[in-house]
Nanobody, 126 residues
Framework: QVQLTESGGGSAQTGDSLTLSCAASGRTFDGRTMAWFRQGPGKEREFVAV????????DYADSVKGRFAVSRDNDENTASLQMNYLKPEDAAMYYC???????????????????WGQGTQVTVSS
C-alpha cells in the first residue's frame, strides 16, 4: 500500500499562487507515475497534471497549462503542484494520485491510478 497525504490547500484570490504538496509513504515510490486531479462541487473528477517517474515527462490539462507546474522529489517521496494565476474556476478539492509501480496507463484517466490521497481544498475568490 501507498499512503498519500496532500497539504497546502486554502483560500486564495484571483491571481494568487498556491503550492500543493503530496507526501507518499508505505511502499516504494519507485516507478510510480504521480498525478493531480480535482473535483469541484457537482462535477466529475478531472485531470490536472501528471509527472512520470523520471520527472522528465509532464502533461497538463489545457485549462491549467502555462499556469500550473508539477514536480516531484523521488528522494523525498513527494510531489508538488505549483499553481499560479489562480482563477475562480480552479476552486476544487485537489487530489494526489499514484499508479502501481511501472504500470502502463492512460495518465489522464483516474481509473488508472491505484492510490489516492484524501484531498486538499482550494477556494479562489474573485
Amino acid at each position: 500500500q501507498v499512503q498519500l497525504t496532500e497539504s497546502g490547500g486554502g483560500s486564495a484570490q484571483t491571481g494568487d499562487s498556491l503550492t500543493l504538496s503530496c507526501a507518499a509513504s508505505g511502499r516504494t515510490f519507485d516507478g510510480r507515475t504521480m498525478a493531480w486531479f480535482r473535483q469541484g462541487p457537482g462535477k466529475e473528477r478531472e485531470f490536472v497534471a501528471v509527472i512520470r517517474w523520471s520527472g522528465c515527462s509532464t502533461d497538463y490539462a489545457d485549462s491549467v497549462k502555462g499556469r500550473f507546474a508539477v514536480s516531484r522529489d523521488n528522494d523525498e517521496n513527494t510531489a508538488s503542484l505549483q499553481m499560479n494565476y489562480l482563477k475562480p474556476e480552479d476552486a476544487a478539492m485537489y487530489y494526489c494520485a499514484a499508479t502501481s509501480a511501472w504500470a502502463e496507463i492512460d495518465p489522464r484517466s483516474p481509473r488508472d491510478y491505484a492510490y489516492w490521497g484524501q484531498g486538499t481544498q482550494v477556494t479562489v475568490s474573485s
